[in-house]
């Protein structure tokens, strides 16, 4: 049974668009694009369905660069976390990817579980970002907080809570899990 999220694979190899299809068929929505043309056509179109993009970097009518540098033009970097496939992996190749938005490369050809586990990671933490963003979380932590903190209050006096003190601590609580997601936001 598929999950809601959506991959993204962009490949103009059949080859490499089955291989990655067989990875990870049954466990997601696959979209697929043959090129960067078609890619950020997709993009737009599925642009809140799309979780994460596997992008080859060398592609007809629009390569994997130019696919980067539209997806930050048109914000959709920050939408759409993308996981560089490719078989240029020189130092200088990954910076440049990464300077465009790229969340992470892999090199060709590569190791299926090692594919799996990256694009895993990014969807979980992904799930996170938005579990963060939800204003049900922080009301679920601010509500479990005042739950403990009066049990606390009435079975341990000699922490002098007073509904003063809970209320500063059940506001504040939420920002222990804003601080871990502002960790997460690169420079």
């Given at each position: 049974?598929?999950?809601?999220?959506?991959?993204?694979?962009?490949?103009?190899?059949e080859?490499?668009r089955?291989?990655?299809?067989?990875?990870?068929?049954?466990?997601?929505?696959?979209l697929?694009a043959?090129n960067g043309e078609?890619?950020?056509m997709?993009?737009?179109?599925?642009?809140e369905?799309i979780?994460?993009?596997?992008?080859?970097l060398?592609?007809?009518?629009?390569?994997?660069?130019?696919?980067l540098?539209?997806?930050?033009?048109?914000n959709?970097?920050?939408?759409?976390?993308?996981i560089?496939i490719t078989?240029?992996?020189?130092?200088?190749?990954?910076?440049?990817?990464?300077?465009?938005?790229?969340m992470?490369?892999?090199?060709?050809?590569f190791?299926?579980?090692?594919?799996?586990s990256?694009?895993?990671?990014?969807i979980?933490?992904?799930?996170?970002?938005?579990?963060?963003e939800?204003g049900l979380?922080?009301?679920r932590?601010?509500?479990?907080t005042?739950?403990?903190?009066?049990?606390?209050?009435?079975?341990?006096?000699?922490y002098?809570l007073?509904?003063?003190?809970?209320r500063?601590?059940?506001?504040?609580?939420?920002?222990?899990?804003?601080?871990?997601?502002?960790?997460?936001?690169?420079?």
């Amino acid at each position: 049974m598929a999950n809601q999220e959506t991959i993204l694979i962009v490949d103009n190899s059949e080859i490499y668009r089955a291989i990655l299809r067989g990875l990870f068929e049954g466990e997601y929505n696959l979209l697929e694009a043959e090129n960067g043309e078609q890619a950020l056509m997709m993009m737009r179109q599925y642009r809140e369905s799309i979780t994460v993009v596997l992008l080859d970097l060398f592609m007809p009518e629009k390569d994997g660069y130019e696919v980067l540098q539209e997806m930050r033009q048109e914000n959709l970097i920050f939408h759409e976390p993308v996981i560089v496939i490719t078989a240029e992996d020189s130092t200088d190749n990954r910076v440049k990817v990464l300077e465009l938005g790229a969340m992470d490369i892999i090199a060709k050809p590569f190791e299926p579980d090692v594919v799996k586990s990256r694009v895993k990671n990014i969807i979980e933490s992904g799930r996170y970002r938005r579990s963060l963003e939800s204003g049900l979380h922080i009301r679920r932590i601010r509500m479990f907080t005042k739950i403990l903190l009066e049990e606390v209050a009435r079975n341990y006096q000699e922490y002098q809570l007073d509904a003063h003190k809970i209320r500063l601590i059940t506001e504040s609580s939420s920002m222990h899990d804003i601080g871990k997601f502002v960790k997460t936001i690169p420079n």
